[in-house]
């Protein structure tokens, strides 16, 4: 059910105050315009949330990926957390994930022909990507990953993402729960998307989420769930390939350095015979002690097994050594992707291709346009569905 992932620690409660008194007061100087945020004459989108932990901001940066690609010149702008570099940076063939980070590196992997670049400060960072003198200075459209709180940049549209198992209405501020700023926040969003709900969600539960989240007129809500492809290997020379469907009388070991593993666990539960979890730290970086667990205790587990773990935690450990031959063989990613729920599909899609179309420096003919206004319909329906796996 919504917010069944919510744990609250009271006795911490009166730290949460006195954090609340100083988002308040920064959110306060940017409203009354005493500190400034900036707009640009390139359509900027932005993905984010106002909760520690996952709520999927990368499947959901992707599916705008996929929407805009094939049609406009699309860029993706992130922070790179846990680069070792600081400068601005723009990916080419060369960039390392220690340069830029697991999910820009695992983002230019799955988009080659897409712009990813990392700079911590955005306002630099999009006046870097749309430089005129820049080799990028014909981009369309910038998507800011993880941007709900920079507020420095003013957005085109600000989307702003809600996990269904940790609803903001239900969660208290840091440290007693896992708010960065309060509730009030979300006010700044354009778009709302409740993130991994069931897919069997209930016509009445939408009523009690819509009416309890309380939004503005001016507030469009979406609701999303995540649908997994095929497993891929994670050293496909040294391995081959699975599915899905012949992980049911496997012994999973389930490797994860991800925020919120429980949304993964609790899918791929039914559809496996055991799972052995594995867990780590966000965005953690895997050691040889790492390594040595892992080596051993996939050495331990009965047979047949394999191990699955996540893209963005795949991204680090190709380039982590001391993996044993054994892990290597059986080493599995498993992509993700997202799809609207309530028909929601073809109305967040023209949403996001009105406003890039009506901002973008390089408009399309009424030919192209009405060619694209068809093609969106279809793009992930036809293009992509028959790949996914649905968990119910």
Not at 35 to 45: A, G, L, Y
Not at 160 to 180: F, M, N, Q, S, T
Not at 213 to 236: A, G, I, K, R
Request: aromatic share 8%; hydrophobic share 35%.
């Amino acid at each position: 059910m919504e917010g069944d992932f919510i744990k609250i620690n009271e006795w911490l409660t009166p730290l949460s105050w006195l954090y609340g008194l100083g988002v308040k007061l920064r959110n306060l100087l940017f409203d009354m315009e005493i500190r400034r945020s900036q707009s640009f004459k390139t359509p900027v989108i932005s993905i984010g949330n106002i909760t520690v932990g996952g709520t999927g901001k990368t499947p959901h940066v992707e599916y705008l990926v996929r929407l805009l690609q094939d049609r406009l010149r699309v860029a993706v702008l992130s922070r790179g957390y846990k680069r070792k570099s600081h400068s601005f940076i723009i990916a080419d063939g060369t960039t390392t994930m220690s340069d830029i980070g697991d999910e820009p590196y695992q983002m230019k992997q799955k988009f080659p022909k897409v712009v990813v670049a990392v700079d911590k400060q955005r306002v630099h960072g999009i006046n870097r990507l749309t430089d005129n003198d820049s080799k990028n200075s014909d981009i369309d459209v910038i998507l800011l990953d993880d941007a709900f709180q920079h507020r420095q940049v003013k957005p085109g549209i600000n989307i702003l993402l809600v996990d269904y198992h940790r609803l903001i209405i239900y969660d208290k501020l840091l440290p007693a729960g896992r708010l960065r700023e309060p509730l009030k926040g979300k006010n700044r969003a354009d778009i709302v998307i409740i993130t991994k709900c069931p897919q069997n969600l209930k016509p009445m539960e939408f009523r009690v989420i819509t009416k309890a989240m309380n939004l503005y007129p001016y507030q469009q809500l979406y609701f999303s769930t995540l649908e997994y492809d095929q497993p891929l290997p994670v050293f496909p020379k040294d391995s081959s390939a699975t599915t899905l469907s012949q992980l049911k009388d496997q012994n999973i070991l389930l490797l994860t350095g991800i925020a919120s593993p429980r949304q993964l666990t609790k899918d791929l539960t039914p559809q496996v015979k055991s799972i052995t979890p594995l867990a780590f730290g966000d965005h953690h970086n895997f050691t040889r002690r790492d390594v040595n667990r892992l080596n051993s205790t996939f050495a331990d587990m009965p047979t047949p097994k394999c191990i699955i773990t996540t893209e963005k935690d795949a991204a680090r450990l190709m380039t982590t050594e001391g993996i044993s031959d054994e892990v290597r063989r059986r080493l599995y990613k498993l992509p993700v992707r997202i799809s609207f729920l309530l028909e929601q599909e073809e109305a967040f899609d023209q949403h996001i291709i009105g406003y890039v179309q009506k901002n973008a420096r390089r408009y399309q003919t009424p030919k192209a346009k009405a060619k694209d206004e068809s093609k969106a319909k279809n793009v992930h329906k036809n293009s992509h569905k028959p790949q996914t796996i649905k968990f119910k």
